[in-house]
């Protein structure tokens, strides 16, 4: 198990790290002291022989001589202790058994030597020196065996050889225990000093660990760490790097370790390199620069290089560290940026040239309203100079009439996000009034208000003008539309008498002088009727107040009903109308019914008037490829030139036909077009100077309505007989007396129906509530309450609310008609009245009565 | 190493001693007994000797009058004498020291072995005869250093004979028979 401690330098190691390390140092001194004591034995064996032989060579007798003893004592005994041990310290070195083989050898050799200079007790120090030098193994038991061999060879020799030991002839023995003894005290210091040592090398083992485990940590930092590292000597040679720098400049490290920094510098950054190494030298400051590196494919890297000086412990530098960070995408990130920033300082000139060149009042606004910045002509809209106008509130400069309103818009914008045409007024700083017009957008992200606006004070008093003047042409327009109300009203009324009368007369089987003349008051009484007609028309065009009534309109029905009404006038001219046969009964446009076969009935007309005698007027329709249906009248007339076509739609301007016998007001062309305006349709001409015109009209298709519904038209005809059921009540209340006539006689002819007449409005009134009539016709004027007033009562009683009321009047304004018409009228007929009409609508509303009373019966 | 012990504990020989002042050629003080040691100029031993000659002298402040006999065999050269043992017998105050031209006057005094010392009485009687030295070439305390200052201090010394431990004088075959002196 790898075992880690805290060790007494605070750093993680392992015990078994530890002890390895003892041990080897714990090695290394007994191998040590082991080559040691080899030497000084060595040493002390030639010493020895050395001493004897300049002591005492030889041994003299006279004057011949020998080698002296000592001498070959030197060399023997010497030899027998000191050739063994320095073996043993060369087959076993650090063994245990050779340190002890040694304590005793050095021992005995101490013996030796106190032996042969005869007991000298300086001899004796080389016991003690001895055992010091044992002590270098620091294993206090080497200590045993010497003071063992000590003791004994002084208390051997101290009995039987003393001179030998002491020097002495004869010795106490406690002098061998005295002997003994101080080799013992000095012993335990011996000891004393090995214990101490062995813990310092346990220390010294154990602060080796850590350090080693410290190194290993920092090796890994080194090698691990995500930044590129190297130590580089002086010379700026790599001296050791790390994987990151090998992966970013792609050298491998023994590629690197062969090159300087120099070598893979941009070139243009060698000179500031190198001055940065001077400066750390010097004694300057950690520096970091960025560099531009070169990989070995020949790419440039941009680095972040931060170097430091690292120096021995005498404090010499060494090497240089140093610590690269790859910026290149920074670098990239930092000119996309600066590509940016120019960008926008150029788009930001731009805007500031734009601004202080437009004639238009540019400015922005922080989000409590104060201007950020402002164009030029903000300097002239306000009067007030930039310097002025920045920081400044906007509100501020609002006429204080507009400043509530102005606040309610500034919270509309931030909700919105955008306004635009927003007018307000404000105070130029020389006190003049001014209207602004506004566009205006709200920067969430940026609280921002980016403005744009006009100095409109000039549009907005022509635009005051130009509103007076409308609505002074809108009151002349209401007046000459109240006046033609009236005329017509004023001229309907006794239109309604003449051709009322003229009517009856023609009906009452009259002589042929009679018959003729009063045709000829029909027919007057008719073209003025159209006349009046048609100037309404025009006017209610113009004005806007036509109300049309749009529905799928069947073309062939529509066309039959024209030229039904037409067939009487062309075959009195001879004019014959050519139609196809059959019509297409499933076509149908959407138009106003009435308006339609208006326009039918004018272009017949003008194509009958217009053709000469025995003429042929051609009436076709077809579809076009549109989606729309086109009717097409053409005549054999004598055609329009092109330069008279231009006006052919102006009202009043017949074309020179004035000067014919051809009658006409001049309004028929010029209305249809109007009319087929208003029916999202066209109008057209094609003509031939001398062989005729061909007019056209197109509308839009419809889809067919219910079948059912358009049978039950069908079947809704009148019928002016009735079926003999119980007669039928009506009531009519009209202060005309000719109008009242008109209506008896009318009636007369009907014997299913009892006609009760009132001239006043309550009077009618009562009638009404006492006879419950099955119809009530209303006139609008009568002279104690407006027929609406009487309509009113009549529907707020009981009795008479569910009474049918038809208004018969002469106010045929659409808007007279609307308004009666929701008061609760049933039908709405106006004068000078159509017979035929008026009986249809009779017979309508009175057909569900009969047939109640038919069921009834 | 026994033959080592051996060695260093065996006394040289001792030849006939001669009880009295014998003549030889050097003058025996009157005042003050005399004292003779015989050394050989090369025997490493007798550095000992001399040695405790100087302790003796020391001790006894010229109480005793002092010959150190060097002796010099013939056909020996000129400076064959001339060794380190001799000037430092030289250098002892009190101590005369006398070229022994081949070992005629050691052996009128009956020696036969370096460092022999003897100690003769004003009147010329033998006092003592022995070595000065405890073993071969030990210097230290010994017997023979001890009676010849008590004999000087006329004191009465515990032995008056002593080994000698030394190289011999002269080449056994010239010495004739020899013996061992007594204790």
Redesign the interface.
């Known amino acids: 198990m790898f075992e880690m401690s805290l060790g007494a330098s605070g750093g993680n190691y392992s015990v078994e790290r530890a002890d390895e390390l003892f041990e080897q140092h714990r090695q290394e001194i007994l191998r040590s002291t082991d080559r040691l004591f080899a030497k000084v034995m060595f040493f002390q064996w030639l010493a020895g022989i050395l001493i004897a032989f300049f002591?005492?060579?030889?041994?003299?007798?006279?004057?011949?001589?020998q080698i002296?003893?000592?001498v070959w004592?030197a060399i023997f005994?010497g030899g027998a202790i000191s050739i063994f041990p320095i073996w043993l310290t060369r087959i076993w070195p650090g063994a245990a058994v050779t340190r002890y083989v040694i304590s005793v050898a050095q021992m005995l050799m101490s013996a030796l030597l106190i032996?042969?200079t005869?007991?000298r007790i300086e001899t004796h120090f080389h016991v003690f020196g001895s055992l010091v030098i044992l002590s270098f193994y620091r294993d206090w038991r080497v200590l045993i065996p010497a003071t063992i061999v000590v003791a004994l060879d002084h208390f051997v020799r101290g009995i039987y050889?003393p001179?030998?030991v002491y020097?002495?002839?004869a010795a106490s023995p406690l002098r061998s225990i005295e002997h003994a003894g101080w080799v013992i005290f000095e012993d335990v210091f011996l000891v004393i000093s090995c214990l101490r040592s062995i813990r310092e090398m346990r220390s010294i083992a154990n602060r080796t660990a850590a350090l080693e485990a410290s190194e290993q940590g920092f090796r890994q930092i080194f090698e691990e760490a995500p930044i590129g590292m190297a130590v580089v000597g002086l010379d700026e040679s790599f001296n050791r790097v790390n994987t990151t720098l090998c992966q970013m400049v792609g050298y491998s490290e023994s590629d690197l370790t062969q090159r300087t920094t120099m070598d893979i510098t941009c070139e243009d950054d060698i000179p500031q390199g190198k001055q940065n190494a001077e400066e750390l030298l010097t004694g300057g400051p950690r520096s970091s620069v960025e560099r531009r590196y070169i990989r070995k494919n020949g790419e440039v890297l941009w680095m972040t290089r931060t170097a430091c000086l690292m120096r021995d412990v005498d404090g010499h530098p060494r090497n240089f560290l140093i610590m690269v960070e790859d910026i290149s995408e920074r670098k990239l990130a930092e000119k996309a940026l600066c590509e940016s920033k120019r960008e926008l300082e150029a788009a930001h000139h731009a805007n500031q040239l734009i601004m202080d060149n437009s004639q238009d009042v540019i400015c922005t606004m922080d989000e409590w309203g104060r201007f950020v910045s402002v164009s030029a002509a903000c300097e002239q809209l306000w009067g007030y100079t930039s310097a002025e106008l920045l920081g400044r509130f906007h509100i501020d400069l609002v006429w204080p009439e507009d400043k509530a309103m102005t606040n309610q818009v500034l919270e509309v914008l931030r909700l919105d996000g955008k306004i635009t045409d927003f007018v307000n007024r404000y105070t130029r700083k020389d006190g003049t009034l001014i209207d602004v017009l506004w566009s205006a957008s709200w920067s969430e992200t940026d609280k921002i208000m980016f403005c744009v606006a006009h100095d409109v004070t000039d549009r907005a008093r022509i635009e005051k003008a130009l509103r007076e003047a409308k609505d002074e042409a809108d009151r002349a327009n209401h007046a000459k539309s109240e006046f033609l109300s009236r005329i017509s009203h004023e001229l309907r009324t006794p239109l309604n008498a003449i051709l009322g009368f003229g009517q009856l007369l023609e009906r009452q089987n009259p002589t042929e002088t009679q018959r003729t003349r009063v045709g000829h008051i029909i027919s007057a009484g008719r073209h003025l009727l159209n006349l009046i007609n048609e100037v309404l028309d025009i006017s209610r065009v113009e004005t806007g107040n036509l109300r049309l009534s749009l529905e799928p309109v069947r073309v062939a029905e529509a066309l039959e009903e024209a030229l039904s009404l037409m067939r009487p006038l062309a075959a009195e001219r001879g004019t014959e109308l050519l139609t196809p046969a059959p019509l297409d009964q499933s076509c149908y446009v959407m138009a106003d019914r009435q308006r339609f076969k208006q326009v039918l009935l004018n272009l017949l007309t003008n194509a009958i008037k217009y053709s000469p005698l025995d003429g042929k007027v051609r009436v076709s329709s077809s579809a076009t490829g549109s989606g729309a249906m086109r009717i097409v009248v053409s005549d054999t007339g004598a055609g329009i030139s092109s330069e008279k076509l231009v006006r052919l739609f102006t009202p009043f301007d017949r074309l020179g036909a004035e000067q014919t016998p051809v009658e006409g007001t001049g309004l028929g062309l010029a209305l249809c077009q109007r009319l087929m305006q208003a029916m999202q349709g066209s109008i057209g001409v094609n003509s031939t100077l001398g062989q005729g015109s061909t007019f056209w009209v197109e509308l839009a298709c419809a889809d067919s309505p219910l079948e059912r519904v358009a049978s039950a038209k069908r079947n809704a005809s009148p019928s002016p007989n009735g079926s003999g059921a119980e007669k039928l009540t009506i009531l009519y209340l009209e202060d005309n007396l000719s109008n009242l006539t008109l209506i008896e006689q009318m009636l007369a002819e009907q014997p299913h129906i009892q006609l009760i007449t009132a001239m006043q409005g309550q009077l009618g009134i009562e009638l009404a509530r006492r006879h419950s009539p099955d119809l009530i016709l209303l006139d609008l004027h009568l002279p104690d309450l407006p027929g609406w007033e009487v309509l009113s009562r009549l529907q707020r009683h009981d009795a008479t609310r569910e009474i049918p009321v038809v208004i018969i009047s002469a106010d045929a304004t659409s808007r007279q008609r609307k308004r009666l018409m929701a008061a609760g009228a049933r039908a709405y007929l106006t004068k000078p009245l159509d017979m035929r009409e008026f009986f249809r609508v009779i017979d309508e509303i009175c057909a569900p009565r009969r047939a109640e009373d038919s069921v009834a019966a | 190493m026994r033959i080592l012990f051996h060695y260093e504990n065996t006394p040289g020989r001792v030849g006939a001693l001669s009880q009295a002042w014998p003549a030889a050629q050097i003058e025996r003080a009157t005042d003050r007994p005399t004292l003779v040691m015989l050394a050989h100029p090369h025997c490493p031993c007798t550095a000992a000797s001399v040695g405790e000659l100087a302790q003796i002298m020391a001790r006894l402040q010229g109480r005793v009058a002092a010959y150190v006999l060097f002796i010099k065999p013939k056909g020996a050269g000129r400076d064959w004498d001339d060794t380190s043992l001799r000037r430092s017998a030289d250098a002892i105050p009190g101590v005369k020291v006398v070229f022994d031209l081949d070992g005629v006057k050691a052996r009128r005094f009956g020696a036969e072995t370096s460092g022999h010392t003897l100690l003769f009485s004003v009147d010329g009687r033998l006092l003592f005869s022995g070595g000065i030295t405890a073993s071969r070439g030990h210097a230290g305390d010994n017997a023979g250093e001890s009676a010849i200052v008590a004999l000087v201090n006329n004191q009465t010394p515990a032995r008056t004979q002593t080994l000698v431990f030394g190289c011999a004088l002269a080449n056994r075959n010239e010495t004739g028979p020899t013996a061992l002196c007594l204790k």
């Open positions: 002591v005492a060579p030889l041994t003299w007798a006279g004057q011949s001589s002296h003893i000592h004592a005994l032996a042969l005869g007991g050889l001179y030998s020097g002495v002839l």
